[in-house]
């Protein structure tokens, strides 16, 4: 399978951007949990958010909890990031990924994920 990320670029503070993570090969239903990470320059990559994909439980970090929506089209077979009140400190590389074999505990954890997007870049600028 492979995971296609899009939808960053640039935007200024408190603005809005939507990014898109396509499957092909593979269906997300056949994942336990579909989530998104992000990685800033210099730093350790970070989960954001993720979606259990049986039930549509969402998970997020307490830094984006509020601002950032995740969802997924099962017909399109692709979940969304949804990000308003953006800040600069958003900036970062943004993956999307899938785990097969993820444990409900373990879902914030980058270990947890077996297919990972390129990633797509979104930059905030104040």
């Known amino acids: 399978v492979q995971l296609q990320a899009s939808g960053g670029g640039l935007v200024q503070t408190g603005g809005s951007l939507r990014l898109s993570c396509v499957a092909s090969?593979?269906?997300?239903?056949?994942?336990?949990?579909v989530g998104w990470f992000r990685q800033a320059p210099g730093k350790e990559r970070e989960f954001v958010a993720t979606?259990?994909?049986?039930?549509?439980?969402?998970t997020y970090a307490d830094s984006v909890k509020g601002r950032f929506t995740i969802s997924r089209d099962s017909a399109r077979n692709t979940v969304y990031l949804q990000m308003n009140s953006l800040k600069p400190e958003d900036t970062a590389v943004y993956y999307c990924?899938?785990?097969?074999?993820?444990?409900?505990?373990?879902?914030?954890?980058?270990?947890?994920?077996?297919?990972w997007g390129q990633g797509t870049l979104v930059t905030v600028s104040s």
């Open positions: 979606i259990w994909w049986s039930t549509g439980s969402t």
């Open positions: 090969g593979r269906t997300f239903n056949r994942y336990r949990t």
């Open positions: 990924a899938a785990g097969a074999r993820t444990i409900l505990s373990a879902r914030t954890e980058a270990t947890s994920y077996d297919q």
